[in-house]
């Protein structure tokens, strides 16, 4: 038996990020003995109590799960908080791991397991502490991203660092690629995160003072496409909110989401017409859209209730014309 696989281990995910990382800790030998995931949420058209990826697979493993609505004991459902203490205590858990779980861990948490709790977060701390690392990531138009797992504090991803690989950022990824390839990774470093816990070979390192940016949580509301920006800020924002909340405009009173676009050079030949959100070409690329700077060719759209397709097939369903303006409805 391996010293990996006598170390119990307590997990608290919610989302498919946080069950690849669960899956990774079965398939590497670790005792699981308690899942923590948030409660079951209704979704889909027929909005029906959907169990979360992480209760599914933990479920499928055959691991005990807990849904407290909160783990405050002095909070507004104590007798969640409470029961999922004596759960854990009854586990005795010698570390958790943490992974997009959505509650704030209060200290007793923390301090329960002997090695404390460790979190996978989806960048290179301390840039894009917070809620949506992958975003704001491709956003920004960073070249880098990576896994961090770090030792929790009280803070806001503010604990030290035990283990950090950086990952490229593709010019063509969006959240969905990012996301998938960002999983893997977390769930592999956290497997080599708790084998060197295991044996005592673990050194954590502060995080700098020197580059923290925080990634807020996404709006609904930055979907909606900014014909002012530059065609390079919305190329990135189309990535960066694919799969969500999905880029979008408007042509007249209809409704249109945008998965696929990218910027060119803003040539002579399309500098005739800079007026913003206007259609300038449409042509085998797709469809030219003028900007605050520069022109976005749109390749991949959706109509309100319709699939998502190459702007050659939309057009057959939606006609466009040049001069048509996007973003007044």
Not at 72 to 101: C, N
Not at 184 to 203: I, K, N, P
Request: glycine share 10%; net charge neutral; with cysteine.
């Amino acid at each position: 038996m391996t010293a990996s696989s006598r170390l119990r281990v307590a997990f608290a995910g919610t989302p498919e990020f946080a069950s690849v990382a669960l899956q990774h800790l079965h398939a590497a030998g670790f005792e699981l003995v308690l899942v923590l995931s948030q409660p079951d949420r209704p979704a889909g058209r027929g909005m029906k109590l959907q169990a979360s990826p992480v209760k599914q697979c933990a479920q499928a493993l055959g691991v005990p799960v807990a849904q407290p609505r909160s783990l405050r004991l002095d909070g507004k459902y104590p007798d969640d908080a409470e029961a999922t203490r004596q759960a854990l205590l009854a586990a005795r858990p010698d570390v958790m791991v943490v992974a997009a779980y959505g509650l704030i861990l209060p200290q007793w948490v923390l301090d329960l397991p002997r090695l404390g709790c460790m979190n996978i977060h989806a960048s290179l701390l301390p840039r894009w502490r917070g809620a949506a690392p992958i975003h704001r990531a491709i956003e920004a138009g960073d070249t880098e991203t990576g896994i961090t797992i770090m030792q929790m504090d009280a803070g806001l991803d503010t604990g030290d660092m035990l283990v950090r690989e950086p990952l490229p950022i593709a010019p063509t990824d969006t959240t969905a690629s990012l996301h998938d390839r960002l999983a893997t990774l977390g769930g592999r470093l956290m497997v080599e995160t708790l084998e060197l816990a295991a044996c005592g070979g673990l050194h954590a390192t502060p995080q700098p003072d020197a580059g923290v940016t925080y990634a807020h949580k996404i709006d609904k509301s930055e979907a909606t496409l900014d014909w002012s920006l530059p065609a390079s800020t919305l190329a990135r924002r189309v990535r960066a909110f694919n799969p969500f909340p999905g880029a979008s405009t408007t042509h007249g009173d209809e409704a249109l989401k945008v998965w696929g676009a990218q910027e060119i050079d803003d040539s002579k030949e399309l500098n005739t017409d800079k007026r913003c959100g206007h259609i300038l070409f449409i042509n085998d690329q797709g469809i030219g859209v003028g900007t605050g700077q520069g022109v976005l060719v749109l390749t991949q759209l959706q109509r309100a209730g319709g699939k998502r397709l190459a702007a050659a097939d939309f057009l057959r369903g939606c006609p466009l014309s040049v001069g048509a303006r996007l973003g007044q409805g």
